[in-house]
């Protein structure tokens, strides 16, 4: 098993920062994708940015440019930091990540953390 623990979300005017953080423990051998995804209400949940284990990186269009993606190998943490953050950006975000052992995947989830852009 792995745990996944978000930290970082809260109340931001727009034009603000946040940073995310995601910290993974556990079984975390064969972890090779984590990811940010979010939802808001009423809407379906979507994938906002992700890093492989070799550090490629994925952004969805409406955050590129705004949102980055790191990671600490050392420390089993991903983190997003996101940047001139819009009121559409307001949503639960859910830290995931990818496990595969022996060839079948696993998919691990965080709690969630809420992050709210005012206007």
């Known amino acids: 098993q792995v745990q996944l623990v978000e930290s970082g979300g809260g109340l931001v005017q727009a034009g603000g920062s946040l940073r995310l953080s995601c910290a993974a423990s556990?079984?975390?051998?064969?972890?090779?994708?984590m990811g940010w995804y979010r939802q808001a209400p009423g809407k379906q949940r979507e994938l906002v940015a992700s890093?492989?284990?070799?550090?490629?990186?994925n952004y969805a269009e409406s955050v590129k440019g705004r949102f980055t993606i790191s990671r600490d190998s050392a420390n089993n943490t991903v983190s997003l930091r996101m940047n001139s953050l819009k009121p559409d950006d307001t949503a639960v975000y859910h830290c995931?990540?990818?496990?595969?052992?022996?060839?079948?995947?696993?998919?691990?989830w965080g709690q969630g953390t809420q992050v709210t852009v005012s206007s």
């Open positions: 556990g079984s975390i051998f064969g972890i090779n994708f």
């Open positions: 890093i492989t284990r070799d550090g490629i990186t």
């Open positions: 995931y990540a990818k496990r595969v052992v022996h060839g079948s995947p696993y998919d691990y």
